[in-house]
């Protein structure tokens, strides 16, 4: 049979390749960033379970790697698809790593060594990589990577301390994009989401206050392999945050800035980081601001009931309307209405929170093209009925999973990536 390609390396990527690949498909996974792992890989607990995110997501990342039947591609994009279901030809675009991924061994000397300190995107800007770095450390491929942006080789022709100190000599600063060409029966789309960035949101400080936080901030903050191993001190001035305010729908659910769509999945995660903090300190005093809870999944109410009554978490129903920061002590103060009773306050908190929307990651237009896809007015990818074929598309033999056609958790983005597997490995039978 025929190879099936699967697009994005996340949750949903990485259980859709395992699924084909061990019903005795060749799978090419195409990653655009250096490891497989998404979004998932840089959360610290998973709802409903508080399982840690990565001890459930790195045998299942190793796995991949490890598949016979599976070659990952990362740095590669899609940049051009002809042909149809059971035939066709994919362009992929492999960019440049610049360490031969055959000799790194993933020691990381060269990430010691390397004078050039680069913000931190993996853990959301609030550390600093250097630039040849290891994207996070159960990255897979465990290879190191040259940011040729900020590398003093690429940008001034100077340094090269990488490949002084390399012990298996793997720097390679010769490599070039590559081009691949690949036949392929069926594709599977799993290119997940990107978060709403709220700075246009002036009223909520965000970029302008080092405490007020977005929801994946808050993830890398909390987590042991983040910039402060897992202390919950505030940004600004080092500060343990012991009074955390929760600010849901921040872009979603709103006709203003952002979006209208609800985004499904913040009630519960924010239920889950201020149990977090309850857990690393029960004296905090953590509030949830919210429009309406939307608990629906099994066991969810029974989880934010145990946070509200275990925890002692409290949940104010309100859109706070403006967030301010007194300059002397950098404390802000949460303008709030709570709307159960009528009653305009104030609140003031450490640390302040943005559950923002789970938006479209720009890349789909330009990918949409290339698959002959068609896009919602969000640009996230439409199935060809979201009722009865959510996982299938407007092109035969190109399947949807994940957070690629909206916001969705990882039980549903995992279930979905088992059906788009499973369709995809039926086209590839079907044209043996
Ligand atoms: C703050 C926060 C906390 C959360 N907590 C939980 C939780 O506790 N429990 C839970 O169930 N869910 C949680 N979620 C939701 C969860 O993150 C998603 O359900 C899950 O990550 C979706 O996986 P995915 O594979 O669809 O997408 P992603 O994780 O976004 O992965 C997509 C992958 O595709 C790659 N990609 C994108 N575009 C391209 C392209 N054009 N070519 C090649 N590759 C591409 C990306 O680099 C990425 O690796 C949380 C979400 C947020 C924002």
New binding site residues.
Partial sequence: MKPVMV???????IQAALDLADRGLEVHL????PS?????AQ?D???PTMDCSICILAPKMIECFRHPNITIHTQS??KEVSGGTGNFDVKVLKEPRSVDESKCTGCGICSQKCPTKVIDGWQEGLTTRKAVYIMFPQAVPLTATIDREHCLYFQKGVCQVCSKVCPAGAIDYEQRPEELNLNVSSIVV????Q?YDPTELKEYGYGRFKDVLT??EF?RLVCASGPTGGHLNRPSDNKLAHRVAFVQCVGSRTHKKGYPFCSS?CCM?AT?EAVLIKEHDPTSEVNVFYMDLKVFGKGFQQFVNRAKSHYGVNYVRGRPGEIRMNPLTNDLTIWYEDTANGDVSSMEADLAVLCTT?IA?P?NVE?AKALGLELDEWDFFKSLNPLTNPVETGMPGVFLC???HGP????E?VAEASGAAACAAEVARRFM
Avoid at 30 to 33: L, P, Q, R
Avoid at 36 to 40: E, H, L, S
């Fill in positions: 697009i994005g390396g996340g949750v949903a990527g195409v990653e655009k960033t497989i792992g998404g979004v998932m959360l607990k998973t709802l994009q899609v799993a290119t997940g989401f978060e929801a994946m993830e999945v995660y889950k789970m990651r890349e990918l994940g957070c690629s969705r958790d990882i039980p983005s």
